[in-house]
Structure formats: structure tokens, C-alpha cells
């Protein structure tokens, strides 16, 4: 059965990255848009990641352009974008799909682990999943939730 560790994801800056390189941390996945009516919650992430980065938590960053085209940005302009509006330091990657027949390996995995309300389809941007330090998938939560409304699940999987 596979683990977040069996994946890889191409970085901002074009490098393959192992997601092997977050085990044993609780990693919470967002795929992200810029031009969303839930942009602001990159505000919220870079809190999560400040404030538990030390106790194991890492928050990556997945853009996507499948819904409403609202992430229309070169791998440079979203970093950019990201780290000038919101301070972003935690690790972003390249943009992807999530649903479909070219969704990430990783985003095919998180949505038959963890279904939603549309079956195992990403609805909209910022969809989030909480994986615990044995790689495993251990929650969903849906685009219109607000990042701080997570740190109770985070703290449990920190321990």
C-alpha cells in the first residue's frame, strides 16, 4: 500500500523532489491558486507552517489551473506571487493537475484514500489533506476551510 514517501513532485524551481524526503513529519497538502476567492489562506498556511514547522509539521503547495483557470502563472510568477503577498516559506511545487486523466500520481492517491463530497474528485482549490508521520492519509477537509480550523487535528498527529 502506498505512503506519501513513494511519490515525487517537481519543485518551483524545476527539481525533482522525493516526498520521502517529509517522512516521519505530518505533512498537510494543499493544491493552491492564485487568483482564488481562497487565496487569502496562504496567509493561514504560512501561520501553520511558522508555528509547528519545529514540532514536525511541512505544508506543501500544489498549483493548479483546473478550476475557473485561476492559477494561470509560470512556475516563477506563483513563487513570486506567493512569497511577495503572503510571505510564503514553506515548499511550493510546480503546477499540476488533480483531477483527470493527467492528475499527479500523488493527487490520485490522496483522493482514493480520501474521498469528498464529489466521490474521489478535487471540488475546487485549496483542498487539504492531513498525512500523519507514517505516510498515511488521515484527513480531507474541503476548500472553505480555514486553515487555523486545523490546528487541533495537527496538533494530535504532532503527538
Not at 84 to 108: C, T, W
Request: include cysteine; charged fraction near 25%.
Amino acid at each position: 500500500m502506498p505512503t506519501l514517501g513513494d511519490f515525487t513532485a517537481t519543485t518551483l524551481a524545476g527539481e525533482e523532489r522525493a516526498l520521502s524526503d517529509f517522512e516521519g513529519q505530518v505533512v498537510l497538502v494543499v493544491n493552491t491558486a492564485s487568483n482564488c476567492g481562497f487565496t487569502p489562506q496562504f496567509a493561514g498556511l504560512e501561520e501553520l507552517h511558522g508555528e509547528y514547522a519545529e514540532r514536525g509539521l511541512a505544508v506543501l503547495g500544489f498549483p493548479c489551473n483546473q478550476f475557473a483557470r485561476q492559477e494561470p502563472g509560470s512556475a516563477e510568477e506563483i513563487g513570486a506571487f506567493c512569497e511577495r503577498n503572503y510571505g510564503v516559506s514553506f515548499a511550493m511545487f510546480d503546477k499540476i493537475d488533480v483531477n483527470g486523466e493527467q492528475a499527479h500520481p500523488l493527487y490520485r492517491w490522496l483522493r482514493q484514500e480520501k474521498g469528498g463530497l464529489l466521490g474521489d474528485r478535487i471540488k475546487w482549490n485549496f483542498t487539504k489533506f492531513l498525512i500523519g508521520r507514517d505516510g498515511e492519509v488521515i484527513a480531507r477537509y474541503a476548500p472553505a476551510t480555514k486553515p487555523e480550523k486545523l490546528a487541533a487535528d495537527i496538533e494530535k498527529a504532532l503527538g
